[in-house]
């Protein structure tokens, strides 16, 4: 009989567990009852947010996935809040640190695009919101896209209003290997972010704000070919929410923050297929 492909959705969960393995230890402490490991644990989170599912449903489908399971030397299937307390144990700077390793198998330029976008917090639902008059606050997500790739660096996340302004040097001092050329719209037009990104060795292109005749020269001297790859960034934002839901599911912050890493890290192994 002949072999079947390997199909889009398995070769996925083998770049995942490869990631995983490289990335944390096998079992969390001496003291875990090794049932399941560490790494079969992110797979299946890292499957569930490529799926945008929920927990039961992922594993309802898992059943009939042997080729899956197999894959990830899964003998038998955790019960959904295995699942959820793996989530809650896994730290965003697990995620952080898988996120970095995904990179590597990515081929890079070092012209990096800084945007934000907004994405919905859906523990209410729409008719209640709208009976109640109540208005959910979105999670403001600053992502750092790498144009050649469409791979993505870094992510900030918060809950406030805070600038552009304010957020841009967290993640170029995070990054400063990454980025030899900072792409950036009028939001990151501030002294600061120039004098840092000169400090560690980064060209900013970054629009001015055109208060003066002075601004609007300036911004007709960008490289226009070189500036226009900024449009990654809105690509690699409109696929995030396309592709694996344009809202979080989870009902804290803290949660919150980790589910959007864990789709940027999704997105990043998708990109490597």
């Known amino acids: 009989m002949h072999t079947l492909e390997k199909s889009q959705l398995l070769r996925f969960v083998e770049q995942a567990y490869h ?19 560490l790494h079969q644990h992110i797979v299946l989170l890292c499957l ?16 009939e996935m042997p080729r899956i399971r197999k894959a990830i030397e899964l ?20 995620w952080r640190v898988l996120l970095n390793i995904s990179i590597t198998l990515l081929p890079t330029n070092g012209i990096v695009g800084i945007d ?3 994405f919905d917090r859906s523990h209410a639902s729409k008719h209640y919101t709208k009976r109640t008059k109540l208005t959910i606050q979105q999670l403001k997500v600053t992502l750092l896209v790498d144009t050649r790739s469409n791979a993505i660096i870094d992510l900030h996340v918060t809950t406030t209003r805070k600038h552009d302004s304010q957020i841009a040097p967290s993640l170029i001092k995070r990054n400063t290997g990454e980025v030899v050329i900072l792409l950036g719209d009028k939001g ?4 600061k972010i120039r004098a840092l990104a000169g400090k560690t060795g980064v ?6 704000r055109e208060f003066l005749s002075l601004h609007k020269a300036w911004n007709a001297r960008l490289d226009a070919d070189l500036y226009g790859q900024r449009s990654q960034n ?11 839901g344009a809202f979080v ?15 940027c890290l999704t997105h990043n192994i998708d990109k490597t297929l």
């Not at 003998?75 to 697990?94: I, Q």
């Not at 990151?188 to 002294?191: A, F, I, M, R």
């Open 75 to 94: 003998e038998e299937l955790p019960s959904p809040s295995t699942l959820c307390k793996a989530f809650n144990r896994l730290g965003m700077a697990v």
């Open 249 to 263: 599911r989870s009902r804290h912050w803290w949660k919150q923050f980790r589910e959007l890493a864990i789709g």
């Open 116 to 118: 934000a976008s907004g």
């Open 19 to 37: 990631l995983a393995r490289r990335a944390v230890a096998r079992y969390s402490s001496k003291f875990s009852k090794q049932r399941y490991t």
């Open 48 to 63: 569930k947010v490529r799926k945008n599912t929920t927990y039961r449903t992922l594993l309802d489908e898992l059943i």
């Open 234 to 244: 809105e690509t690699v934002n409109s696929r995030l929410k396309r592709k694996y």
């Open 203 to 208: 060209r900013p292109l970054i629009k001015h």
């Open 188 to 191: 990151y037009d501030d002294q």
